[in-house]
T-cell receptor, first 111, second 113 residues
Framework: NAGVTQTPKFQVLKTGQSMTLQCAQDMNHEYMSWYRQDPGMGLRLIHYSVGAGITDQGEVPNGYNVSRSTTEDFPLRLLSAAPSQTSVYFC??????????FGPGTRLTVT | DQQVKQNSPSLSVQEGRISILNCDYTNSMFDYFLWYKKYPAEGPTFLISISSIKDKNEDGRFTVFLNKSAKHLSLHIVPSQPGDSAVYFCAASARSGTYKYIFGTGTRLKVLA
């Protein structure tokens, strides 16, 4: 099992550009989520999904879109990148609502 | 308002001694708590969890204690090893089916050889 994979590992965007962070898991987990980690802020939940076709907002959803068309994939879209979205992004998956397995992260810089 | 707080940003402990990491929460609806460990440039990895029906859970060198009346939990690592040096996050969730985890800001543990 590859577990949770995220691409790309690093990305630099200019303000106003859009992009999609990819996340995939091969553990047949129903639950997937996206977090961002900023210095001194811990991990903050952006969006999450409890199954294919079902998504909901977390603590900091503004500026991000998600969709869940398959169990395996949960992409995160930045619609119009802003410097405030400079962060490390983690995707996670889990079988229930408890233990989650995290991907290695995507480090995004918006200039 | 921070619902899950880890008030110590860092902690240094000698190898072989006990490490105690603390976490406080404000939301009385939280009833499931988890600890994660994170090394640099990696994603967090699950360490241990506890539900509110228990006040203690052990897994090898790791023990988590929950004091519901004080809204406080702690992670004990005994004995501490240099490989335990990492950032530790506590997280909390309410069993309401919201599937929302709230994380603390983390404590950086350094175990000195």
């Amino acid at each position: 099992n590859a577990g949770v994979t995220q691409t790309p590992k690093f990305q630099v965007l200019k303000t106003g550009q859009s992009m999609t962070l990819q996340c995939a898991q091969d553990m047949n987990h129903e639950y997937m989520s996206w977090y961002r980690q900023d210095p001194g802020m811990g991990l903050r939940l952006i969006h999450y999904s409890v199954g294919a076709g079902i998504t909901d907002q977390g603590e900091v959803p503004n500026g991000y879109n998600v969709s869940r068309s398959t169990t395996e994939d949960f992409p995160l879209r930045l619609l119009s990148a802003a410097p405030s979205q400079t962060s490390v992004y983690f995707c996670a998956s889990g079988r229930g609502e408890w233990e989650q397995y995290f991907g290695p992260g995507t480090r995004l810089t918006v200039t | 308002d921070q619902q899950v707080k880890q008030n110590s940003p860092s902690l240094s402990v000698q190898e072989g001694r006990i490490s105690i990491l603390n976490c406080d929460y404000t939301n009385s609806m939280f009833d499931y708590f988890l600890w994660y460990k994170k090394y640099p440039a990696e994603g967090p990895t699950f360490l241990i969890s506890i539900s509110s029906i228990k006040d203690k859970n052990e897994d090898g060198r790791f023990t988590v204690f929950l004091n519901k009346s004080a809204k406080h939990l702690s992670l004990h690592i005994v004995p501490s090893q240099p490989g335990d040096s990492a950032v530790y996050f506590c997280a909390a969730s309410a069993r309401s089916g919201t599937y929302k985890y709230i994380f603390g800001t983390g404590t950086r543990l350094k175990v000195l050889a």
